[in-house]
């Protein structure tokens, strides 16, 4: 039996709606990117979406945004506050725009902040949280909202990893001033590649929307707060307005996205139920530390972490799983310190000792959208017996 880390998500109707989108002969974005990005801002309950053609290019105009804001925008030099563990394009905008990282230590039970190190992390000069849901696993949004009223800080969402996970019963990616999500193949829906950004705020909703399509003002609704339009026509037809970028979706991926999103709900459905199964086996194994819910996760994969103290060891590990045909992968991209790419960040870390654990000792094996307690039977045969 083959366990692979992923398992597309296309059906017939996922391919009709291409189809349909490739007869019509209008590809470019428009009305079914319009269209999803509505029924995306309604399922989570927030006012905007703004969709991109990945979730990188989500977390790059989300942070450009925050630097033109009419009031106390982001500023380079500033500092901001960034978990050690998640994937590299959480952490590349931080860098081009020029903020210094303040990196802080993840919890070894749930991936994501340790919330007494994040406490610890708050200086005056920081004027930012960066909150990561780890592979489905909701943040500790109650510490990080708490934290951002007390001290006025942004709060920036990265919920790529975890599309329909919810914490205290509000949907993650719902929390943050800005709140980006990717619809890699991969990920709880597929647009193939894709992302979106999610807001409340009218003024974030329209500088984005600005700095996906070239820093111009042909993509703004009529009563855009962020320029003052004239009646010159012919100008006006060609303004720009911000030092934007063209990261601009398709059709085929607004269209097929939203049939995609139909489809969430079963899912995350089938998503919980094989990880109850997985769950069930690895709780009580001292040998492994598998994540703790932290609220609903929307279960991306199974994460383990060899127990340093099992006297197992992560290569042993692997090398069984490799015989018996089952993937896996680095958890996320690992601790971003121990990347070469580290040495361009301007930051501070003053512990990253579980993010190295988890680095040193961790992997992942995949949950898929259909049901795998079979394959999920397999691993845990393929383990059981190994010390
Ligand atoms: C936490 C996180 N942020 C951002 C991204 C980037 O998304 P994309 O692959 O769509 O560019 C990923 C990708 O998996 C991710 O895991």
């Not at 489809?263 to 139920?273: A, C, E, S, T």
């Given at each position: 039996m083959h366990y692979g880390l992923t398992h597309s998500t296309f059906d017939d109707n996922d391919r009709q709606a291409l189809i349909d989108v490739i007869q019509s002969d209008m590809f470019t974005m428009g009305k079914h990117v319009r269209e999803f990005e509505a029924e995306f801002a309604q399922y989570f309950g927030t006012k905007y979406a703004v969709m991109v053609n990945s979730g990188s290019s989500a977390n790059l105009i989300a942070l450009a945004s925050l630097f033109y804001r009419k009031e106390n925008p982001l500023q380079r030099g500033d500092e901001v506050i960034a978990p050690c563990i998640s994937w590299s394009t959480t952490f590349y905008p931080l860098q081009q725009y020029g903020l210094k990282i303040r990196f802080v230590d993840v919890d070894l039970n749930t991936l994501n902040y340790d919330v007494d190190e994040l406490q610890k992390a708050i200086s005056d000069k920081t004027r930012m949280i960066v909150s990561v849901s780890i592979l489905g696993n909701p943040s500790p949004y109650d510490a990080i909202q708490a934290l951002c009223e007390k001290y006025n800080l942004i709060h920036f969402d990265d919920n790529c990893e975890s599309m329909g996970a919810k914490f205290q019963g509000n949907f993650t990616g719902t929390q943050g001033l800005v709140n980006t999500f990717s619809t890699f193949f991969s990920h709880h829906i597929s647009t193939m590649e894709g992302g979106c950004i999610l807001t409340d705020d009218y003024e974030q909703y329209c500088l984005m929307r600005s700095l996906r399509n070239h820093g111009w003002t042909r993509d703004q609704p009529e009563n855009s707060p962020i320029y003052e339009k004239t009646t010159e026509d012919f100008f006006e037809a060609y303004r720009f307005i911000l030092p934007?970028?063209?990261?601009?979706?398709?059709?085929?991926?607004?269209?097929?996205?939203?049939?995609?999103?139909?489809?969430?709900?079963?899912?995350?459905?089938?998503?919980?139920?094989?990880?109850?199964?997985?769950?069930?086996?690895?709780?009580?194994?001292?040998?492994?530390?598998?994540?703790?819910?932290?609220?609903?996760?929307?279960?991306?994969?199974?994460?383990?972490?060899?127990?340093?103290?099992?006297?197992?060891t992560r290569p042993h590990v692997l090398e069984k799983l490799k015989t018996a045909n089952i993937d896996y992968r680095v958890i996320t991209g690992g601790n971003i310190l121990q990347h070469d790419v580290s040495r361009y960040f301007d930051y501070t870390c003053t512990r990253s000792t579980n993010a190295e654990i988890a680095h040193n000792h961790g992997f992942f094996v995949g949950n898929h959208p259909i049901d795998i307690r079979d394959k999920i039977d397999h691993l845990y045969n393929t383990l059981k017996n190994i010390g």
């Open positions: 934007g970028y063209n990261v601009r979706p398709g059709e085929l991926h607004g269209a097929v996205g939203r049939n995609q999103l139909k489809k969430l709900p079963q899912f995350l459905d089938v998503r919980r139920k094989n990880a109850a199964h997985f769950v069930n086996y690895f709780k009580n194994d001292s040998r492994f530390i598998i994540p703790q819910e932290n609220g609903e996760s929307a279960w991306f994969c199974f994460p383990m972490i060899v127990n340093p103290e099992s006297g197992l």
